[in-house]
């Protein structure tokens, strides 16, 4: 397993930006897929975004593709999520997740985890 620590969470107003970012520390970060996950009050964690260990596949829900983008450096051993245009309906408290070998959509898939960082999004 990987450790994982989000950080660039906040409060945006609508139409606005942030940029979440995921530092892996443990094992060997380039050699995982990472995914984003978000879970808001009252709800389930839902898929956001998933990239591929080397950062050529990328998978993105419907209702982020086209403002959200999920890149990762593996140099830095640090996974973003690049947050545009948001909404209301984005707030929740994102998690970044690393997965061995694969890109996955599902949360199952997943063995490694962070605490999560809250966004808010106000209208």
């Known amino acids: 397993q990987v450790q994982l620590v989000e950080s660039g969470g906040g409060l945006v107003q609508a139409g606005g930006s942030l940029r979440l970012s995921c530092a892996a520390s443990?094992?060997?970060?380039?050699?995982?897929?990472m995914g984003w996950f978000r879970q808001a009050p009252g709800k389930e964690r839902e898929f956001v975004a998933a990239?591929?260990?080397?950062?050529?596949?990328?998978r993105y829900a419907a209702s982020v593709k086209g403002r959200f983008t999920i890149s990762r450096d593996n140099a830095k051993n640090t996974g973003y999520l690049q947050m545009n245009t948001l909404k209301p309906e984005d707030t929740a408290v994102y998690y970044c997740?690393?997965?061995?070998?694969?890109?996955?959509?599902?949360?199952?898939?997943?063995?490694?985890w962070g605490q999560g960082t809250q966004v808010t999004v106000s209208s």
């Open positions: 990239i591929s260990w080397s950062g050529g596949d990328t």
């Open positions: 443990g094992r060997t970060f380039s050699s995982y897929g």
């Open positions: 997740a690393a997965v061995p070998l694969t890109i996955a959509t599902k949360d199952h898939e997943y063995d490694s």
